[in-house]
């Protein structure tokens, strides 16, 4: 920047007593938490110092806005400031900070009800403000989301939950989502694990020789305290790229788990695979996570048993003890005993008795392993084993990515723009929405034309079809849009809108404008623009649409870059005749690989190329003389679809008849009956063996049929 335009930024920002940049600065400093009113002025202070360093800093080629820029060095300014202000104060009241101590002054919460540690929480949680250098704890804080480290360490300051609320803007739902995650079984291990038992293993690894067996499984039985052992020392690992999160269970489930284990009731076994990868035996969980991770964060005091369970009256045999604390005996020496009862809910497991303890810890789950398992093996046992268990479709969809794709999807779900920034719930993150969202964009920005519905066939297709630069240059997408993006549009990448809205950017890219265009454009269509009509629709009537067929997809995207190409005054290059020569050609090419096309046996190229034109014309005729190329390509590879099920040497397989099938492709796309029109085709084939030859009278004959149809669905769904 030149000196002008530096001089314009200071008197934005430092003017009527820095009014704009107070607004900006107060948000950040005051979420910290133990600031006095009298501090303000040295935060203000420290402000302006920031301002005019930022102006010197600055640089504009890297195409983020100044205001992010400025953002992030207040930020940066204000935690040194306060690890400076409480330094000392740590240090002070550490020997006098207790686990148990209560957070804030309007709760009963505790630190240890915030992360579930038997570790020294006020040691472990301090790293940021200069108490600790402890790697584990680094690299938990660093897992959370930003708003999820704010809220500890506004905790660790006494910060109260209403104003971290507040503060944050959280709901109480909201605040409830994170305050799960920061307890969760996934972030919190990290804190649990023994780096130095992991290395012994490790160099115990190494001096082994494994070798292959022509056992493909056996059986074993381990107990609880066995298990965490060795979740402890990763050598379990429940991190597999196909398997789904952790925290999937509800307060409920997990409590009814704990109950039947100090019952001594039977629970399914539980299935892990061994794989050689470069000379090591590697134990994956396939199934049987959440039961093996909800142990683990009970016993580490992860959570208090939910009062909603099936039977909470506990029995146990307890020995009678001396006043002394001996055990009492009999006659023959022999320790006396009584049979005891203990309500174990709203109890964590230090609250149980040493009795009930000692059970649960020695309590044995079966074992299924299976052994010398390849990446392919991995995959489909996961599927396998969670075929008939509440498996989400995303969670189901993602086995079928790979392995490598898969980790890379969820390494893009981990940036801040999914984690803090976009519209989604925290509950996303865990039951694998945002992975799909992640899966679904990468295939709307470079498969738009292979669009599937169903999220497995989607990942199935880009195992086959996808590279890693694909999911590369989508991080690089999000990337950009973080940088220049506002709250407003960040709010707008949903979990049901994102995969379109990259789609768009994808497109948007190609003008070679600055990204800030793009955003411009987002936060005027989320005003006024969405409502705005093209040809008589306008997105919201295409918004309405909850099915992700094809012609839904393709027509949200189309509408949306004629909308963005007429605000930012986008010209689409005129097309020349040889090129229009050129786009038939392709039209007759792509059209003469549609499947319909090619079970017409006998239809010579002439005979392809003439029903191109047919159909073209038939459509347009009969849907609207708007009717493009595309649009013909999209109804025959939608009825390529319909046709699936349907016996190739039926006559309605027939070139002369595939004008009136694809009239009705479109009719059914322009009525928004689509989601239902395959379905209808299926029975429609099944009563009719043959086709009216005439056209436009076997296209009236099938929508009326097709009307018909929808409404009998409307009969019965009333």
Avoid at 331 to 348: C, H, M, V
Avoid at 415 to 433: A, H, R, W
Avoid at 605 to 620: E, G, S
Wanted: glycine share 6%.
């Amino acid at each position: 920047m030149d000196s002008m335009q530096k001089q314009q930024l200071l008197d934005e920002y430092a003017s009527n007593n820095m009014a704009k940049l107070r607004k900006i600065s107060y948000p950040l400093f005051i979420k910290f938490g133990g600031i006095s009113e009298k501090d303000h002025d040295d935060f203000y202070s420290k402000a302006n110092e920031e301002l005019w360093k930022a102006t010197e800093t600055f640089d504009e080629s890297k195409g983020i806005l100044f205001e992010v820029y400025l953002k992030g060095c207040l930020a940066r300014k204000f935690k040194t400031e306060m690890t400076g202000l409480n330094r000392e104060k740590r240090k002070a009241d550490r020997l006098s900070v207790s686990i148990d101590a209560p957070i804030g002054v309007d709760e009963n919460a505790t630190i240890g009800d915030l992360l579930a540690s038997d570790y020294d929480i006020e040691k472990e949680t301090l790293d940021k403000i200069g108490v600790s250098n402890d790697e584990k704890v680094e690299k938990y804080l660093n897992g959370l989301s930003s708003v999820q480290r704010q809220i500890v360490e506004m905790k660790m300051n006494d910060v109260t939950i209403s104003e971290i609320k507040c503060n944050l803007n959280l709901t109480d739902g909201q605040y409830e989502d994170h305050c799960r995650q920061i307890k969760s079984f996934r972030n919190t291990q990290i804190l649990f694990r023994d780096r130095t038992a992991c290395s012994k293993i490790e160099e115990k690894k190494m001096g082994q020789t494994f070798t292959q067996t022509l056992e493909k499984s056996k059986p074993d039985r381990l107990s609880i305290a066995a298990i965490i052992k060795k979740i402890d020392n990763y050598t379990i690992r429940f991190d597999h790229p196909l398997q789904r999160e952790s925290e999937q269970w509800s307060p409920g489930m997990k409590g009814n788990l704990i109950s039947d284990i100090l019952q001594g009731n039977p629970i399914p076994a539980l299935v892990f695979a061994e794989q050689i990868m470069n000379g090591l035996a590697i134990i994956w969980d396939l199934d049987g996570k959440q039961r093996c991770t909800n142990a683990h964060s009970f016993v580490k005091g992860g959570y208090k048993i939910s009062k909603n369970i099936r039977r909470w009256n506990i029995e146990y045999q307890a020995q009678i003890k001396n006043e002394d604390g001996s055990p009492k005996l009999d006659d023959k020496r022999f320790p006396i005993s009584e049979r005891r009862e203990f309500d174990i809910r709203g109890k964590k497991f230090s609250d149980l008795p040493e009795e009930l303890q000692d059970k649960f810890n020695e309590y044995n789950f079966e074992i299924v392993q299976y052994l010398n398992c390849s990446s392919e093996d991995i995959a489909y046992h996961i599927a396998r084993y969670n075929e008939g268990k509440p498996m989400t479709a995303s969670q189901k969809g993602i086995t079928r990515l790979g392995e490598e794709f898969a980790s890379m999807v969820k390494s893009i779900s981990g940036m801040p723009f999914f984690k803090d920034l976009g519209g989604y719930k925290v509950s996303e993150g865990n039951n694998g929405t945002v992975n799909r969202v992640v899966v679904e964009s990468v295939m709307a920005v470079n498969f738009l034309n292979d669009w599937k519905k169903k999220q497995e066939d989607i990942c199935e297709y880009m195992k086959e079809n996808a590279t890693t630069e694909c999911f590369d240059n989508f991080e690089d997408m999000v990337g950009r849009i973080t940088n220049v993006g506002t709250e407003e549009v960040f709010n707008m990448f949903d979990s049901k809108d994102s995969f379109i809205y990259f789609g768009l950017y994808a497109r948007f890219m190609d003008t070679g404008l600055d990204d800030k265009k793009f955003i411009e454009f987002m936060a005027e269509f989320n005003q006024s623009l969405h409502s705005k009509e093209i040809d008589g629709v306008s997105f919201d009537n295409l918004n309405g649409k909850s099915t992700k067929d094809k012609a839904v997809v393709v027509s949200k995207i189309n509408h949306l870059e004629h909308l963005m190409n007429d605000y930012l005054h986008i010209e689409k290059a005129k097309v020349s005749k040889k090129e229009i020569k050129t786009t038939s050609a392709d039209y007759v090419d792509n059209f003469s690989k549609s499947d319909y096309v090619k079970a017409c046996v006998g239809s010579t190229n002439d005979d392809i190329c003439k029903a191109a034109i047919q159909t073209l014309d038939f459509v347009r005729e009969n849907s609207g003389s708007e009717k493009t190329e595309e649009d013909v390509e999209l109804y025959l590879s939608m009825l390529d679809e319909w046709t699936l099920d349907i016996d190739y040497d039926s006559k309605l397989i027939n070139l002369d008849n595939l004008s009136s099938l694809l009239g009705i492709v479109g009719y059914a796309c322009d009525h928004e009956c689509d989601d239902i029109a395959q379905s209808w085709f299926a029975e429609f084939a099944k009563k009719n063996s043959t086709y009216i030859v005439n056209q436009k009278e076997n296209y009236l004959h099938m929508r009326d049929d097709l009307d018909g149809f929808a409404q009998l669905l409307k009969k019965r769904a009333v």
